[in-house]
């Protein structure tokens, strides 16, 4: 049975930074390719970026130059490194490694 523990959100400033956790159990994450996406109220889910077995990162356009993704394959978890916090930023935060989903951890960019 996969289980994914998603942490790392809050609230923070324009400007600032969160790093999101995604640790896994019952799935290798280092073997699969793995995403991140975020819901904001009222929109649809939108991919974020993605990180393949390989490591070859990929990132949505709004979010180049300041967003992270990386894999610790020893503790089994994902992170996604968020810098330079917008507003616009905003969302529900997912980890999805292959077809699964973490529960979502809450973003709030706001001064």
């Known amino acids: 049975q996969v289980q994914l523990v998603e942490s790392g959100g809050g609230l923070v400033q324009p400007g600032g930074s969160l790093r999101l956790s995604c640790t896994a159990s019952g799935i290798i994450l280092s073997s699969v390719y793995i995403a991140w996406y975020r819901q904001a109220p009222g929109k649809q889910r939108e991919l974020v970026a993605t990180?393949?077995?390989?490591?070859?990162?990929n990132y949505e356009d709004s979010v180049k130059g300041r967003f992270t993704i990386s894999r610790d394959n020893a503790k089994n978890t994902a992170y996604l490194q968020m810098n330079s916090l917008k507003p616009e930023d905003t969302a529900v935060y997912y980890c999805n490694p292959v077809h699964y989903w973490g529960q979502g951890t809450q973003v709030t960019v706001s001064s």
């Open positions: 990180i393949t077995p390989g490591g070859i990162k």
